[in-house]
């Protein structure tokens, strides 16, 4: 009886319907993956960062310890940016 219900209602046999939600569901997906791109690529971003920042700053602390910070920051800026330029000419 639900079948026949449905049927009647949307004036479509029941595996359009089917069919029809099927597509909906795949539109839907597509949506939801567009819409976390940007946060993922804000995470791979501060990644890169992080990476550089680590490995300009720990070279630093054996060569002159005292610029540790400043180095940590530029890694970080250069990783990021680095990134950047790395997506544009994808």
Known sequence: MATLR???RYG????EIINQMENYAIVHQ????ERAKPKN?????C?????????????TLFIKPSVT???????F????SGKLLLQKGE
């Open 6 to 8: 449905l049927e009647k």
């Open 30 to 33: 597509s949506i939801e993956d």
């Open 69 to 75: 910070v400043a180095a940590m920051t530029l890694g």
């Open 12 to 15: 479509a046999s029941l595996l």
């Open 47 to 59: 990644c890169y960062g992080c990476l550089w920042g680590a490995v300009i700053g720990i070279a």
């Open 77 to 80: 800026t250069a990783g990021v």
């Open 41 to 45: 690529q804000l995470i791979i971003l």
